[in-house]
């Protein structure tokens, strides 16, 4: 079966694989080089293309939201030199 895989998304982006399921729902790829295993079906890897890229979006605004508060942490930071 094809499954779209997400777990790299910020990195590498969705990449589609043909994958067996195993009976604990994980996501194996048996035909590249260096067979993988996916785990945790919504998380790491998708049923549909649709799936994967509401995952990736999500994704992207959680990264998003994260680096806004870093960014605001580092403004409020401030160096004095000692006396």
Same mark, same amino acid.
């Given at each position: 079966?094809?499954?779209? /895989? =997400? @777990?790299? +998304?910020?990195? =590498?982006? *969705? !990449?589609? $694989?043909?994958?067996? /399921? =195993?009976?604990?729902? #994980? +996501?194996?790829?048996?035909? #590249?080089?260096?067979?993988? !295993?996916?785990?945790?079906?919504? &998380? %790491?890897?998708?049923? =549909?293309? %649709? #799936?994967? *890229?509401? @995952? +990736?979006?999500?994704?992207?605004? &959680?990264? /998003?939201? #994260?680096? @806004?508060?870093? $960014? %605001?942490?580092? %403004? &409020?930071?401030?160096?004095?030199?000692?006396?």
């Amino acid at each position: 079966m094809k499954a779209w /895989i =997400t @777990k790299y +998304a910020l990195t =590498t982006g *969705i !990449f589609e $694989i043909t994958a067996e /399921i =195993t009976e604990h729902g #994980s +996501a194996y790829d048996m035909h #590249s080089s260096f067979p993988t !295993f996916y785990h945790g079906e919504g &998380k %790491e890897w998708h049923r =549909t293309k %649709e #799936s994967a *890229i509401a @995952k +990736a979006e999500e994704m992207r605004r &959680k990264k /998003i939201a #994260s680096l @806004k508060k870093q $960014i %605001e942490r580092l %403004e &409020k930071l401030y160096f004095e030199e000692d006396d």
